[in-house]
């Protein structure tokens, strides 16, 4: 709860996923900047999500919510699952009634429709904060009563939208304002004299992605120009670690992990990337990196196509749908890319030249004008 003489200013919603909720923590780390109390800032997300340990661990309060998000197709655990988002509901419209805040920030996520819906009901200003270049289905159920819509590409779906892009983690943004790959680099343990690749694909990782780089690092073994650090994902991380290739000691560096707590420092330290394309190509673009990005088949909306293609437009990366991602494909993209380093050079300046570093401040800004300052 907020202090008890602290009015809540400000009530974010939605989370579930960390992609959804970090975007959320960046823009309240800024409004407490501008001085807001960080105990005006309440935040409310999904049980089942992160929320309950990184709101309180970055300074802020938080409410969980029931429930899980509901399958798009009939199953049995559907049943439950629509109880659970009716209860949720009405415990998210409570939270709204009692603190009454100026302003609901939406960030998707299941667990934000309910506060959203207690803005309509309550009459508050509500803002929508999309990561995607589609809006997800929680964005699109609010979007007629939405105040305002701070979207992360041009076009997107959504009503009285300012293009503010994708808010980033603090840790990345401090590598992409201040790079310095060679520390990056002895600290992952990764050589300072060659051309680094990294791969990731989530907390999961990808089968697809896995498979293809595995069979590439095989065709790639002599080459002692290059370094791999291949996040393979907590799914598969066993399975793969116990069938991995036999790689002569002078040849390629091939470091495999299962899960990356460091991202912005494989940003910071990669040349270019193998990656899916959610709100992460809001990173690549930051710190860069050019990629070959594989997009989600089963992402909503196809959202992650759509994000991969706008990436492209910018001339800084190429995409490569999932069904057609082998070892054969990816030894062809990725090479092209590594083949001329000044045209690599080219296109990372062309990812950093469609970043927006300041999309925390931008959001602050669409929030702080729909609240009244």
Same mark, same amino acid.
């Not at 899980?68 to 659970?84: K, M, S």
């Not at 790639?220 to 370094?227: E, I, K, M, V, Y």
């Not at 990356?260 to 940003?267: G, K, N, T, V």
């Given at each position: ?15 579930? =996923? ?8 960046? $823009? ?6 501008? +001085? ?12 089942? +999500?992160?929320?309950? =340990? ?12 029931p429930g899980r998000g509901i399958q798009r197709r009939l199953t049995p655990a559907n049943v439950g699952a629509v109880l659970d988002l009716l209860r949720a509901v009405l415990r998210g419209v409570r939270i709204v009634r009692r603190r009454r805040?100026? #302003?609901?920030? #939406? ?14 009901? =309550? ?36 009503p009285r939208a300012t293009v503010t892009g994708n808010p980033l983690r603090p840790e990345i943004r401090a590598v992409a304002e201040h790079p310095d790959p060679a520390a990056a680099r002895a600290e992952l343990g990764l050589p300072a004299d060659?051309? #680094? #690749? ?18 590439? %690092? ?9 370094? $791999? ?26 470091? %495999? ?36 990005? $594989? ?16 990436? %492209? ?5 190429? $995409? ?54």
């Amino acid at each position: 709860m907020s202090g008890p003489d602290v009015p809540t200013w400000a009530i974010v919603a939605g989370g579930g =996923t960390a992609g959804h909720l970090l975007p959320g923590l960046a $823009v309240a780390d800024v409004l407490v900047a501008r +001085g807001h109390d960080p105990a005006s800032l309440h935040f409310v997300g999904a049980e089942r +999500g992160p929320e309950s =340990t990184l709101v309180p661990s970055a300074g802020f309060t938080v409410d969980v919510l029931p429930g899980r998000g509901i399958q798009r197709r009939l199953t049995p655990a559907n049943v439950g699952a629509v109880l659970d988002l009716l209860r949720a509901v009405l415990r998210g419209v409570r939270i709204v009634r009692r603190r009454r805040p100026a #302003v609901v920030v #939406v960030l998707g996520g299941y667990a934000s429709f309910a506060c959203g819906l207690g803005a309509v009901l =309550t009459r508050t200003p509500l803002v929508l904060l999309e990561q995607n270049k589609r809006a997800g289905a929680v964005n699109r159920l609010l979007r007629r009563f939405a105040t305002a819509s701070a979207v992360s590409f041009p076009d997107t779906d959504l009503p009285r939208a300012t293009v503010t892009g994708n808010p980033l983690r603090p840790e990345i943004r401090a590598v992409a304002e201040h790079p310095d790959p060679a520390a990056a680099r002895a600290e992952l343990g990764l050589p300072a004299d060659r051309t #680094v #690749v990294g791969i990731f694909a989530g907390s999961l990782g990808s089968r697809r992605i896995n498979t293809a780089v595995r069979g590439l %690092v095989e065709r790639w073994a002599d080459r002692d120009d290059l370094a $791999v650090r291949h996040v393979v994902g907590r799914r598969d991380h066993a399975a793969f670690v116990a069938d991995l290739p036999e790689l002569p000691a002078e040849g390629i560096g091939y470091q %495999v992990v299962e899960y990356e707590d460091r991202m912005d420092l494989l940003l910071d330290a990669s040349d270019v990337a193998v990656t899916r394309s959610g709100g992460s190509v809001f990173e690549l673009m930051a710190t860069g990196v050019p990629a070959v990005l $594989v997009p989600l088949p089963i992402a909503t909306r196809d959202h992650q196509r759509a994000n991969a293609e706008a990436v %492209v437009a910018t001339g800084g990366s190429v $995409v490569v749908l999932d069904d057609e991602l082998d070892v054969d494909r990816l030894e062809r993209e990725l090479g092209d890319l590594l083949a001329d380093p000044a045209a690599l050079a080219e296109r990372s300046a062309a990812m950093r030249s469609a970043a927006t570093v300041d999309a925390a401040e931008r959001v602050a800004t669409v929030v702080e004008d729909v609240a009244g300052g």
